[in-house]
């Protein structure tokens, strides 16, 4: 029997979860907001349907901010039976590049269980994977490490 990912399943161990519906993917989103990446960080498989990036996410879901401070940690994002990409505003080959995800969001097909993955990232980049269903994982890789900032990433409000 599987659960359905929360928000509190971050606590103070590394992040494995995934998402096959869009209340998981709303979780996922929350958690791997901010998390920023170069653009030499992602890597799509065609002939195994697999995209994935290398994220140093901002630890969200972290209680202990305000004893050690912020956190970021390494993440692996990856969305599997992924048949087509497609990106706007950014350009792969720049090493000098680093991208921000804002949010990850689903977009079904007129006919189930397809549809496109939407990675929406800061100043107006984005990543559109064309997927046979929604599948998508997000796992801690590193240990957390001190923000270089020490602060939580700002949001407009």
């Known amino acids: 029997m599987s659960q359905d990912a929360r928000f509190e399943d971050g606590a103070e161990r590394p992040l494995n979860l995934g998402a096959l519906d869009e209340s998981d993917l709303t979780v996922i989103s929350a958690l ?4 920023v990446f170069p653009a030499t960080e992602m ?17 969200w879901e972290d209680e202990g901010r305000a004893r050690h401070g912020a956190e970021r940690v390494q993440s692996v994002l990856v969305v599997e039976g992924v048949t087509a990409v497609a990106s706007q505003g950014i350009d792969p080959k720049d090493r000098d590049t680093i991208l921000s995800l804002l949010a990850v969001t689903f977009v079904p097909d007129a006919e189930p269980p397809g549809g496109h993955v ?13 997927v046979e269903a929604l599948d998508l994982r997000l796992r801690d890789v590193t240990k957390p490490y001190r923000a270089p900032s020490g602060q939580a990433p700002e949001h407009d409000e």
Request: charged share 30%; no cysteine.
């Open 32 to 35: 791997a907001q901010d998390a």
């Open 43 to 59: 890597l799509w498989r065609p002939t195994e349907r697999r995209f994935a990036l290398l994220l140093n996410r901002f630890r």
């Open 118 to 130: 939407l990675l929406t990232l800061a100043g107006d980049g984005a990543i559109r994977l064309k």
